[in-house]
Each structure stands twice: as structure tokens, then as C-alpha cells.
């Protein structure tokens, strides 16, 4: 069982910057990939992206690539998504999730909202 809770949504201005956290919990944790997801009102739940613990895999979504980056801190147990130069169209729900590998994402968080202003 793996436990993920997210913080650091907020309200930001177009061009500004964030930075969302997810902490960790539970056995065989190491093993799991981790990811970003959100959800805008009115659509689907869409990849943002993902890593793995040992670090040595990244994979964005294309309407982030540049952007945002998502790395780990295996000490804290804790996934990062910065997200700079945001646009209004990065508003929505961000979501932790975390898979093993070849599996379905099986563990999300509870989420937090980002908005965006123009």
C-alpha cells in the first residue's frame, strides 16, 4: 500500500512559478514509478509526468516539456513538480499517482488545485 499526499498548489500569475510536492508512504515504495497528473474542469484526468526513485528516468507530457521538471528526494520520500513559466491553461486539479512498473497507475493523492490567472 502506497499513501500520497500532495501540497504547494496555489494561485499564480501567467509567466510565474510553482512548486508541488507529493510525500510517500508505504512498503516497497522504492519500487513504484512516480507521476503528475491534473484535471481541468470539464476534461479527463491527463499525464503530466513521471519518475523513477533511482532518478534515471524522466518523461513529460508535451505541453509541459521545457517547462516543468519533476524530480525526487529519496531521504524525504518526496516528488517535486517545478512548474515555471505557467500559463492559464495550466489551471486544474494536480494529482500524485504512483505505479510499479508495467502496471496501471494503482495509488493517487488526494490532489491540489492550481489556477492560473491571465
Known amino acids: 500500500q502506497v499513501h500520497l499526499v500532495e501540497s504547494g498548489g496555489g494561485l499564480v500569475q501567467a509567466g510565474g512559478s510553482l512548486r508541488l510536492s507529493c510525500a510517500a508512504s508505504?512498503?516497497?515504495?522504492?519500487?513504484?514509478?512516480m507521476g503528475w497528473f491534473r484535471q481541468a474542469p470539464g476534461k479527463e484526468r491527463d499525464f503530466v509526468a513521471r519518475i523513477s526513485w533511482s532518478g534515471d528516468s524522466e518523461y513529460y507530457a508535451d505541453s509541459v516539456k521545457g517547462r516543468f521538471t519533476i524530480s525526487g528526494d529519496n531521504a524525504k520520500k518526496t516528488v517535486y513538480l517545478q512548474m515555471n513559466r505557467l500559463r492559464p491553461e495550466d489551471t486544474a486539479i494536480y494529482y500524485c499517482?504512483?505505479?510499479?512498473?508495467?502496471?496501471?497507475?494503482?495509488?493517487w493523492g488526494q490532489g491540489t488545485q492550481v489556477t492560473v490567472s491571465s
Open positions: 499517482a504512483a505505479r510499479l512498473p508495467y502496471r496501471a497507475w494503482s495509488y
Open positions: 508505504g512498503d516497497t515504495l522504492s519500487s513504484h514509478i
